[in-house]
């Protein structure tokens, strides 16, 4: 009995972990969804030269503000500007003429964000940011 629930348990954690690492994979597909979205809304405003600019805008706010290692980041403001860089985000589209995308982005981010909460997401996380890099011998 013990090595079916031994088993079953480590069955159970196997398959959290997969779980966990496919929304994380998600919440970064989501992240580069948004900086396209700046730089489809750059090219359908004014042209490459803006779509440029908008796309490297969203990067470095990212960086600075709302990535797991972001210097400015906090319990605050990293929430509050993922909330505000994914709805720029979709306006960006729905102003280009692509609603329906503005409004699939949005959702996306909703769910794929909401997601990222759950404690085992959270965990798989943090243990990824805390992580020291691999050494080679």
Same mark, same amino acid.
């Given at each position: 009995v013990d090595d079916v629930s031994s088993r079953d348990t480590r069955r159970w954690v196997l398959q959290n972990r997969a779980v966990a690492w496919t929304v994380l994979a998600l919440v970064f597909l989501d992240e580069l969804l948004a900086v396209a979205a700046a730089a489809v809304w750059g090219a359908r405003s004014s042209? *490459?030269?803006l779509a440029v600019c908008a796309?490297?805008?969203v990067l470095v706010v990212w960086f600075l503000f709302a990535s797991p290692k972001?210097?400015?980041g906090g *319990? !605050?403001?990293? *929430? !509050?500007?993922k909330v505000l860089v994914f709805t720029a985000a979709s306006a960006g589209l729905w102003v280009s003429g692509l609603p &329906? &995308?503005?409004l699939a982005l949005l959702v996306f981010s909703a769910v794929v964000n909401g997601l990222a909460q759950l404690p085992t997401v959270r965990t798989a996380a943090a243990s990824a940011v805390a992580a020291p890099p691999a050494r080679r011998s």
């Amino acid at each position: 009995v013990d090595d079916v629930s031994s088993r079953d348990t480590r069955r159970w954690v196997l398959q959290n972990r997969a779980v966990a690492w496919t929304v994380l994979a998600l919440v970064f597909l989501d992240e580069l969804l948004a900086v396209a979205a700046a730089a489809v809304w750059g090219a359908r405003s004014s042209g *490459p030269a803006l779509a440029v600019c908008a796309a490297l805008a969203v990067l470095v706010v990212w960086f600075l503000f709302a990535s797991p290692k972001a210097r400015y980041g906090g *319990p !605050v403001v990293r *929430p !509050v500007l993922k909330v505000l860089v994914f709805t720029a985000a979709s306006a960006g589209l729905w102003v280009s003429g692509l609603p &329906w &995308w503005g409004l699939a982005l949005l959702v996306f981010s909703a769910v794929v964000n909401g997601l990222a909460q759950l404690p085992t997401v959270r965990t798989a996380a943090a243990s990824a940011v805390a992580a020291p890099p691999a050494r080679r011998s």
